[in-house]
């Protein structure tokens, strides 16, 4: 199912994003970062532009840290996460992210598993959270390339919308369904 958008209002600047992966062996360079690397390619093709790309270990504090004060920053209107979300003892990308977010948005990693279930079962052991730090957004992504890839499906299409609200640049579309 492909959502169209219902303004026609001409696209505003470019969603300005990070990447950050969790992976202890990625941080210690003993394995390539493929999720992160997939991530940042979908995004600048569907152009949003990737000013960071980070790997940092599965670390509660480090990972705390660098999304607060990526948000903080006031740089990004997005942070995409990926990897730790799993059930490994050092898998704490959600516990870091629900450290710093201000407000929740359960809806966008439980469209993730919701969608996820038709391919995997393994998908319900998701713990990703999405929430929002100021005016950025964060999501946890999965750790796995093809999940990622197959997660981004399912989001990319309400992202441009969410980061307009966020900046204050959205448009009451509802006026164009109503015919008023």
Known sequence: MTLEPKCSEPPGPPVRAGVLTASDSGFHGQRPDRSGEVIRQRLQEEGF?????AVLPDDLDALRDTLASWCDQGRFDLILTTGGTGF???????EATV???????????????ARSLEKTPHAMLSRAR????????IVNMPGSPRACSECLDIILPALGHAVEVL?????DCAQNRSGQ
């Open 130 to 137: 999405a929430g929002i730090r100021g005016r950025t957004l």
């Open 49 to 53: 532009s990737v000013l960071e790309h």
């Open 88 to 94: 490994s003892p050092r898998d704490v990308t959600p």
């Open 167 to 171: 900046r204050g640049d959205a448009r």
């Open 99 to 113: 450290l710093v977010v201000e407000r929740e948005a359960p809806g966008i990693p439980e469209a993730m598993r």
